[in-house]
């Protein structure tokens, strides 16, 4: 006869009033509950309280379905949390999987938009632009790595400098990883997973290291 499952069904009732909060801050039910309950914080990070009325239960209750599938569609980033908020096409919570870099922890989406055309590189192309911007940064940022007395401020300056790098923001996340040898090269994945092969596929002579793939 086509029933619902009731709970399951109640869920998401209550979901869509938190959608509703979200979508509709300026209404009385959404300033009332943000005054009551979440004044310094989001709907979406407010926390559980020993007094909260039943109604404000319920919407937190259908909460977890959102938190499930909601994610920022970034406009200019700059109200989005680099690293705390949902906003990446992630299949699970659309948060980036490593943990924030020294000096980035307040960092927001806004932060790493390419600033010499105000907007994402959508196409994910390569272009001779990019690669030479790349190339450049990688060189510059090498000399440094290889000058640098290993200071947390000279530390600190080489990130600033790669995250604030006019190139794709691909780009810019490749580099990070490559300096930070996070990688996964076969000798990379053999520390991790303990796979059996860990020589390169292309040569066939030498162990898959960062180093190597570069050569």
């Not at 200019?76 to 949902?86: A, M």
């Not at 919570?93 to 943990?99: C, H, L, R, V």
């Not at 790669?162 to 490749?174: D, E, L, Q, T, Y």
Request: glycine fraction near 6%; charged fraction near 15%.
């Amino acid at each position: 006869m086509g029933f619902r499952s009731i709970a399951p069904f109640n869920l998401s009732l209550l979901a869509k009033q938190g959608w509703q909060l979200i979508n509709q801050p300026e209404s009385l039910a959404a300033q009332v509950f943000k005054a009551r309950y979440h004044p310094n914080s989001s709907f979406l990070e407010a926390n559980p309280l020993p007094d909260m009325s039943y109604a404000w239960r319920s919407i937190l209750a259908g909460r977890q379905i959102l938190s499930k599938g909601i994610r920022f569609q970034i406009g200019n980033g700059k109200n989005v949390s680099l690293w705390n908020d949902p906003w990446l096409p992630l299949p699970h919570n659309f948060k980036p999987f490593s943990s924030p870099m020294e000096g980035t922890d307040s960092w927001m989406v806004g932060d790493i938009v390419d600033h010499q055309t105000h907007e994402w590189i959508q196409n994910g192309m390569y272009t001779v632009k990019s690669g030479y911007h790349a190339a450049r940064l990688t060189e510059n940022l090498e000399n440094q790595v290889s000058s640098s007395s290993g200071s947390c401020s000279s530390s600190k300056s080489l990130w600033n400098k790669i995250w604030r790098a006019c190139i794709p923001p691909k780009v810019r996340v490749f580099i990070w990883r490559l300096l930070r040898g996070a990688l996964p090269t076969r000798v990379a994945l053999n520390k991790k997973f303990s796979i059996p092969e860990i020589q390169c596929a292309f040569c066939n002579a030498h162990a898959e290291t960062d180093i190597h793939v570069f050569k």
